[in-house]
């Protein structure tokens, strides 16, 4: 068509035009996007301190800006779009100028132009009809410019981007600090303003407890370090509790203090076991085998006899006599030699130790087995001693043991004056080393309270985050003394039930004012038949000399013929009505051997002590054997530390506890 | 390569074509002012009466008597100079009674068969009421409507061009009618509403009929040139987007069609597919195209637009579309379902 080769490139020109336009609306859109952008980068830095760079903030922008136009203007134009903005410019032009086609400009550029495409695709010869069409339009886009039929408009997105940049000012005018600036701060206050800790007394109950226990196990067998060290965990217990202590300062408090008793339970390991292989060496002797015997029963004053007695002996007798002695002593000191420098590089916790003596001799017997007991887990690993290079106490200790036995048997073979001499110096140091060897527990057990002490601190569970979780121990701390959960004593006056078989009183000793004698309902097990069972009250009606009157999980079918015994029903509140509780009366749970002689097995006893609290004498030797066994795992297993820790505070928690004194109320 | 003299012969065919629309426009326009003379008003229907004249088609006229059918048939039958006869359709109305019928005539002492024309042989014919004659009757007027022709017995007589009817029907009084069925309705160009005139109308209609002067209505138009301008209609060129907005358009009055049809033509699904039973026929279409390059002579331009389309699809379309009973039930007339489905057609495809 003659007409379209002006009609084209009109047509170009505005689509020129619309590129441009579109370009305009691009770099607002972009530009609204790469400041949202920006908008976050700020944010973000101001949260962190971190500095944003006034070049690469414009840079990002600014690419944005130009990706956004490069994007918009690079979209494909199709003619047919232009034809449509010219027609439309038209009819803005003459609207009410014609009759027809008023609102559209009569699509004269949109029907040319289709009119053209169609001829050249078809190669058709156009119809004068179509060429005056081509013509007219041709005729009209003359007067138009492409700045008039696509006229110059705020750009799409500029809304966008008065936000954007509104939001990126605002972030960018928050104050902040550069890390540079704020680290500083931070640690130049953080010393002298390091928070105290503070811990409730009531978290730290076990610790005192041990503390306690350490202290009177160290009255006991005259160990003066254990003794130092349990003053020592109570003075930082109580520097806890009550004064609060910079959470620095106690760790390296607890660690030193961690060090030296882990440093002293695995020097009274070594010389136990030391002592324990000189005993058995003594007494695979016939000449020494009563004081072989007393070391390796662990017998110090059995021991300190026999050695006076083999003293008196050795100063009278012959020199065959005193040979057999001194081979005797020389095997002591060998195997106790042996015992020691064949020991880890670390003492073992003692806690190790087995459950029963027959097991705990079956473990001395096997060599490996006994060096395993002697093991130290993570925690003790480091050198205890001196230094570098330094024998361990514990070495040095067993050293001198084996050092002089064989300077007893050099002194017996050499004379019986220097035998008798000798052997009485060994009965006069074997009991104070016999006492110390006994105190190897107690330090063990001292060294782990402190040592999970110092990883509750560690864990953050002494702190502000730890409360909650301390206040639900508190809660079960109590439960476990068989307090009430509202924090009183549980008094005696709690009422039983009616004497149904379903449940089985415990029967306490209240005082005159007691309000009943039936104690909590102990809610586990009476006679299956209903109504055979008897109340508390009524045990304690008679007998008043008992220590109690319930008996957990016997009912009074033993007693009375009734009921089958034990029964597999369930009571109510483990802990027995909380309303139920008075003032008036005191009393303490406790058991009663069944009258057949058949006492509680060892899972009445636990249940017992789950829903009556850990405060039972039964509970004790129970809880003691199941730790030793727990431990002895723990020692020989390859527990991680995160293990390790939780069983011990697991025991910790349902350690036994000390019943209140009861007011016992004598007939 | 283009040559001189095929450049010079093109230019003269461009400039003829636009000789010819120029012309068109101003009979068209000398043909509304000379009906303007008596008709007053109703310049809505005057030109879609005259948009079927030149399109060849034919009119139904629905409107409550007394606003002017027979005057506007009788003033468009003086300003073109074509012959007219009106036929008042009533139920006794036979089909020989419009087309005509064979009569016995003596002539020379013999006798001989001689057909009789009927009304139906003018120019213009004016079917006032067509629903009130019987089936029969319609299909007789309908049937030259169509084929533009009459067969009595063994011989076809044709009618003469331009033959163009305008059927009227009342839509108040339906009691003892026979509505039009709908493949009938089908054969009509348009279905033009006339209303009841504006008070300015009004007052000039009384102004001009309650007076002593009757305006006289000159010829403007003869036969030969209503033929002429039909024959450019037909050569006026559409390009293929409107024309493929009308074929859209027509294809969203469908229910089935429209409910699975493009993007914008499912936004108006939910009216078709609730009101409308059927949709156009392709007659419709052919209304619409017909129409829109008559509305584009008319303008003065060589193309219909969509406007033009857009313009023409009422009465194309109206009594196409049939409604279902829930449409009839609730009142909704095609004219809003057709101005729903526009509203929510895109030009672009």
Known sequence: VVESAELLPLLRGIRRRVRVLAAADGAARGGAGALLVLTTILAIARARGLFVNAIEATGLVAAGVAGGALWLAARRVPLARCARIADRAMSRGMSGGMSGGASSGGDRVLSALS????????????????????????????????????????????????????????????????????????????????????????????????????????????????????????????????????????????????????????????????????????????????????????????????????????????????????????????????????????????????????????????????????????????????????????????????????????????????????????????????????????????????????????????????????????????????????????????????????????????????????????????????????????????????????????????????????????????????????????????????????????????????????????????????????????????????????????????????????????? | MTTEPALSRASADTSDAEASVTRFCADLEGLRAEIGRRLVGQAEIVEGVLTALLAGGHVLLEGVPGLGKTLLVKTLGEALDLSFSRVQFTPDLMPADVIGTNMIVESGGERRFEFQRGPVFAHLVLADEINRATPKTQSALLEAMQEQSVTVGKHSYPLPPPFFVLATQNPIEMEGTYPLPEAQLDRFFFKLRVDFPARDELHAILDRTTGSVDPQVRPALGRERILEMRDLVRQVPIARPVQDYAVRLVEATHPARAAGSSAGAATNAAEVTKFVRYGSSPRGAQALVLAAKIGALAAGRFAPSFEDVRRAAPPALRHRVLLNFEGEAEGISTDAVLAAIMAALPEET
């Open chain 1, 115 to 667: 009119f053209v495409q169609w001829s050249l695709e078809t190669g058709s010869a156009p119809t004068p009809l179509v060429r005056a069409a081509v013509a007219d339009a041709t005729r009209r886009m003359r007067a138009l410019t492409p700045a008039a039929a696509a006229p110059a408009r705020r750009p799409r997105g500029l809304l966008a981007l008065g936000a954007a940049a509104a939001a990126a000012l605002v972030v960018a005018a928050l104050p902040g600090h550069s890390r540079a600036a704020r680290t500083p701060v931070a640690a130049a206050v953080a010393p002298a303003g390091e928070a105290r800790l503070r811990v409730p007394l009531a978290a730290l109950e076990a610790e005192r407890e041990a503390a306690r226990a350490a202290a009177e196990e160290a009255a006991g067998l005259g160990d003066e370090r254990l003794a130092r060290l349990a003053r020592e965990l109570a003075n930082a217990v109580d520097a806890l509790a009550h004064e609060g202590v910079a959470r620095g300062d106690a760790l390296d408090r607890l660690r030193a203090l961690e060090a030296r008793a882990a440093e002293a339970a695995a020097e009274a390991e070594s010389e136990r076991a030391g002592l324990k292989a000189a005993g058995r060496a003594l007494a695979d002797s016939a000449a020494t085998r009563t004081p072989g015997a007393a070391l390796a029963a662990e017998d110090g004053a059995a021991a300190a006899r026999a050695f006076e007695a083999l003293a008196a002996r050795g100063g009278q007798a012959g020199a065959g006599e005193r040979d057999r002695m001194a081979r005797a002593l020389a095997a002591a000191a060998a195997a106790a030699t042996a015992a020691g420098p064949a020991q880890p590089e670390t003492a073992a916790p003692l806690g190790a130790s087995s459950l029963g003596d027959g097991a705990n001799a079956g473990a001395q017997q096997d060599g490996g087995r006994g060096q395993r007991h002697l093991a130290r887990d993570g925690a003790g690993q480091k050198p205890s001693g001196d230094g570098h290079g330094a024998r361990a106490p514990s070495d040095r200790k067993l050293e001198r043991l084996s050092r002089d036995l064989d300077q007893a048997a050099i002194d017996c073979r050499a004379s019986p004056e220097l035998c008798r001499r000798a052997l009485e110096n060994r009965a006069r140091d074997l009991p104070q080393m016999e006492n110390e060897a006994l105190s190897s527990e107690a330090r063990r057990r001292l060294a782990n309270a402190v040592q999970q002490l110092l990883e509750r601190m560690k864990r953050g569970d002494l702190d502000e985050r730890g409360l909650r979780r301390m206040l639900s121990e508190r809660r079960f701390q109590r439960a476990a003394r068989g307090q009430q959960p509202g924090g009183e004593e549980s008094g005696g006056s709690s009422r039983g039930g009616p004497g149904g078989g379903d449940e089985l009183t415990l029967g306490e000793d209240g005082d005159a004012d007691g309000a009943g004698a039936s104690g909590a309902t102990l809610p586990m097990v009476g006679g299956d038949d209903d109504g055979e069972g008897a109340s508390g009250a009524q045990a304690a009606a008679e007998g008043a000399d008992r220590e109690g009157a319930g008996m957990p999980g016997a009912g009074q079918g033993g007693d009375q013929g009734k009921g089958d015994g034990i029964g597999t029903g369930r009571g109510g509140d483990p802990l027995g009505p909380r309303a139920a509780a008075t003032a008036h009366a005191q009393a303490h749970d406790s058991e009663q051997q069944l009258r057949n002689g058949a006492g509680p097995t060892r899972p009445q006893v636990i249940e017992t002590a789950a829903t009556r609290g850990f405060s039972q004498r039964s509970y004790e030797y129970v809880f003691a054997d199941y730790q030793r066994v727990v431990e002895d795992a723990l020692t020989q297993g390859d527990v991680p530390d995160g293990r390790r820790y939780i069983v011990r505070r697991y025991f910790q928690l349902i350690r036994p506890r000390t019943t209140p004194a009861p007011t016992q109320r004598k007939p």
